[in-house]
Antibody, heavy 122, light 107 residues
Framework: EVQLVESGGGLVQPGGSLRLSCAAS????????MSWVRQAPGKGLEWVSA????????YYADSVKGRFTISRDNSKNTLYLQMNSLRAEDTAVYYC???????????????WGQGTMVTVSS | DIQMTQSPSSLSASVGDRVTITCQAS??????LNWYQQKPGKAPKLLIY???NLETGVPSRFSGSGSGTDFTFTISSLQPEDIATYYC?????????FGGGTKVEIK
C-alpha cells in the first residue's frame, strides 16, 4: 500500500524550531518529487515547498523562504521539513504529498499523508 | 504568482443534482490544473489531473474540462458522500497555487 506518514508536529513558541518528518512506503521514493502543503485552521490549502527526487532541486513559497528547509533521505524513504524562526501565521496542519508523475518536479499530488499539526503560540 | 479564483465559495444541492464549480486562472496555465476533494478532518484527495483526466479509482460522475484560464469541475449526480470542500490547483508556474475552495452541502 502506498502510504505517507507525517510526524514531528506540536506546540512551539514564536521564534522556535521544529522538524517534520514524512515516512514513505509502497513506492520507489527516490523516483518522485515531494512537497509540503499546509492548511491553517479553517482555511484553504497553501503549497510550502517541493524537492526533486534526487534532492538536488528545492523550491519554496515566499512566505517560508529563508526560514524553512526541505530535504530528503532516499536511503530511509523519508522527507523532512526543518522549520526555524516560526511565527504565529505558520500555525497549520502540514501535509506531505507525492507528485503524480515521476518525470515532473511539480504536478498533481496523488498521495497525501494524514497531516501533522503545528501550533506556534506563547 | 498565479491567482486561482474559484466559484462559488459554497453551494447547496439535492441528491442527484448536477453540480458545477468553476476555477479561473489569472493567466494562461494551459491544462496544468488539478481538482481535489477534502472531507472534514481528512487530507485532500486527487480527483482530476491535467484538467480532464480522472484519477484511478475515482467515480465517473466526477469530471473536469477547460484550458487556458477557465476550467470547470462537474459532479453529474450529487451523492451524499460527495459532501466536501473542493479545490482547484495550478502547477504551470511556481509557486503552486490553489483556489479558495468550494464547500458542497446537501439541500
Amino acid at each position: 500500500e502506498v502510504q505517507l506518514v507525517e510526524s514531528g508536529g506540536g506546540l512551539v513558541q514564536p521564534g522556535g524550531s521544529l522538524r517534520l518528518s514524512c515516512a514513505a512506503s509502497g513506492f520507489t521514493f527516490s523516483s518522485y518529487a515531494m512537497s509540503w502543503v499546509r492548511q491553517a485552521p479553517g482555511k484553504g490549502l497553501e503549497w510550502v515547498s517541493a524537492i526533486s527526487g534526487s534532492g538536488g532541486s528545492t523550491y519554496y513559497a515566499d512566505s517560508v523562504k529563508g526560514r524553512f528547509t526541505i530535504s530528503r533521505d532516499n536511503s530511509k524513504n523519508t522527507l523532512y521539513l526543518q522549520m526555524n524562526s516560526l511565527r504565529a501565521e505558520d500555525t497549520a496542519v502540514y501535509y506531505c504529498a507525492k507528485s503524480h508523475d515521476d518525470l515532473q518536479l511539480v504536478d498533481a499530488f496523488d498521495i497525501w499523508g494524514q497531516g501533522t499539526m503545528v501550533t506556534v503560540s506563547s | 504568482d498565479i491567482q486561482m479564483t474559484q466559484s462559488p465559495s459554497s453551494l447547496s444541492a439535492s441528491v442527484g443534482d448536477r453540480v458545477t464549480i468553476t476555477c479561473q486562472a489569472s493567466q494562461d496555465i494551459s491544462n496544468y490544473l488539478n481538482w481535489y476533494q477534502q472531507k472534514p478532518g481528512k487530507a485532500p484527495k486527487l480527483l482530476i489531473y491535467d484538467a480532464s483526466n480522472l484519477e484511478t479509482g475515482v467515480p465517473s460522475r466526477f469530471s473536469g474540462s477547460g484550458s487556458g484560464t477557465d476550467f470547470t469541475f462537474t459532479i453529474s449526480s450529487l451523492q451524499p458522500e460527495d459532501i466536501a470542500t473542493y479545490y482547484c490547483q495550478q502547477y504551470d508556474n511556481l509557486p503552486i497555487t490553489f483556489g479558495g475552495g468550494t464547500k458542497v452541502e446537501i439541500k
